[in-house]
């Protein structure tokens, strides 16, 4: 599925629990990693992440950014590739990553923002808000992959 081929991509890993249930399922999106969720927040709309990571600005803090590059990088059976990385940190210290295919440095520096906020506040508010808004974009693209399949 789409989240399967975005995960091969960028190395994440997915298990599956007692009862064979995928981590990578919606429904359970406590099971899945770090690296699986900023897979979802890279694969989403640019807009929607963008807009998720400034909405939480004024509670994080405005981050420093520490790098903010694009390189090309050869993915295997894939070839060359143009890859925006950003590394950051959140007010508190916390530092964020993300690296995302392409070359919309917007879409990075958000998706290290929602990583930072991950890490920093796993389990109250902001991050409860990031993991459900990071359910939201597996829903909708395990639907978008739905459309594409043929009838």
């Known amino acids: 599925n789409l989240l399967e081929k975005y995960c091969r991509v960028w190395g994440c890993v997915m298990t599956q629990d007692s009862q064979g249930v995928r981590s990578d399922s919606p429904m359970i999106m406590d099971a899945l990693d770090h690296s699986e969720c900023l897979s979802i927040l890279a694969a989403a709309p640019p807009e929607a992440v963008?807009?998720?990571?400034?909405?939480?600005?004024?509670?994080l803090g405005?981050?420093?950014?520490?790098?903010?590059?694009?390189?090309?990088?050869?993915?295997?059976?894939?070839?060359e590739v143009l890859v925006t990385e950003v590394c950051l940190l959140l007010?508190?210290?916390?530092?964020?990553?993300?690296?995302i295919l392409g070359t919309d440095s917007a879409?990075?520096?958000?998706?290290?923002?929602?990583?930072?906020?991950?890490?920093?506040?796993?389990?109250?508010?902001i991050g409860t808000d990031i993991l459900a808004f990071i359910n939201t974009q597996?829903?909708?693209?395990?639907?978008?992959?739905?459309?594409?399949?043929?009838?």
């Not at 597996?138 to 009838?151: I, K, Q, V, Y």
């Open 138 to 151: 597996a829903d909708a693209l395990a639907h978008a992959e739905r459309e594409l399949e043929p009838a």
């Open 62 to 79: 405005e981050p420093d950014i520490i790098s903010n590059r694009t390189v090309l990088t050869t993915l295997p059976h894939i070839g």
């Open 107 to 125: 879409h990075a520096v958000a998706v290290a923002i929602l990583d930072a906020a991950l890490i920093a506040h796993p389990d109250d508010g």
């Open 50 to 59: 963008i807009a998720h990571a400034e909405a939480l600005i004024p509670r």
């Open 91 to 99: 007010a508190d210290g916390t530092e964020g990553y993300s690296a």
